[in-house]
T-cell receptor
Framework: DAGVIQSPRHEVTEMGQEVTLRCKPI?????LFWYRQTMMRGLELLIY????????DSGMPEDRFSAKMPNASFSTLKIQPSEPRDSAVYFC???????????FGSGTRLTVV | QQQVKQSPQSLIVQKGGISIINCAYE??????FPWYQQFPGKGPALLIA?????SEKKEGRFTISFNKSAKQFSLHIMDSQPGDSATYFC???????????????FGKGTLLTVNP
């Protein structure tokens, strides 16, 4: 199994631009999580899906952030418009039924200049 | 509100020594306590986990000690090796209202450096 696949690995964009981060979870996993990691705030849960349905998006910082999961093998996290304070590493993780053993992807390092 | 407090922020240990990282939680609904290990440029990876029905779990050189009454748990790394140098995160989760999902809340991490 290739694990959780995230793309791109690195993204540098200008303030005000739209950014789309992508995630392919492990086949058979039906829970998907988006986390953001910064030095100041650590790992923060942004949103999670169960069976492609958003269950809790209370961690999404503001309306500029949106996430979708159109099918069991793909999810996107979009930021529009992006701001410098959005600079962070964004991780996607998946699990079966949300049970123990989250598997994280390698992350997307986003830099907004 | 920080629901899982982790300490220390950083830790330096000599090779062969014992590394100890502590976490405290507030939410009594938490019922699953994993530790994750993260190397630079990688995502966190599950290291070891415990449920509150036991007070200790050991896997190789890694041991979790759990104190339910104090709402504290800790990671002990015996015979620490330079390859253990990484950031360690404690976490906690509980089942959501639907009864089927675990949502992990992480501590802020401990940067462990093991000197050769």
């Amino acid at each position: 199994d290739a694990g959780v696949i995230q793309s791109p690995r690195h993204e540098v964009t200008e303030m005000g631009q739209e950014v789309t981060l992508r995630c392919k979870p492990i086949s058979g996993h039906n829970s998907l999580f988006w986390y953001r990691q910064t030095m100041m705030r650590g790992l923060e849960l942004l949103i999670y899906f169960n069976n492609n349905v958003p269950i809790d998006d209370s961690g999404m910082p503001e309306d500029r952030f949106s996430a979708k999961m159109p099918n069991a093998s793909f999810s996107t996290l979009k930021i529009q418009p992006s701001e410098p304070r959005d600079s962070a590493v964004y991780f996607c993780a998946s699990s079966f039924q949300g049970w123990e053993g989250y598997t994280f992807g390698s992350g997307t390092r986003l830099t907004v200049v | 509100q920080q629901q899982v407090k982790q300490s220390p922020q950083s830790l330096i240990v000599q090779k062969g020594g014992i590394s100890i990282i502590n976490c405290a939680y507030e939410n009594t609904a938490f019922d699953y306590f994993p530790w994750y290990q993260q190397f630079p440029g990688k995502g966190p990876a599950l290291l070891i986990a415990i449920r509150p029905d036991v007070s200790e779990k050991k896997e190789g050189r890694f041991t979790i000690s759990f104190n339910k009454s104090a709402k504290q748990f800790s990671l002990h790394i015996m015979d620490s090796q330079p390859g253990d140098s990484a950031t360690y995160f404690c976490a906690a989760s509980s089942v959501n209202s639907g009864g089927s999902n675990y949502k992990l809340t992480f501590g802020k991490g401990t940067l462990l450096t093991v000197n050769p």
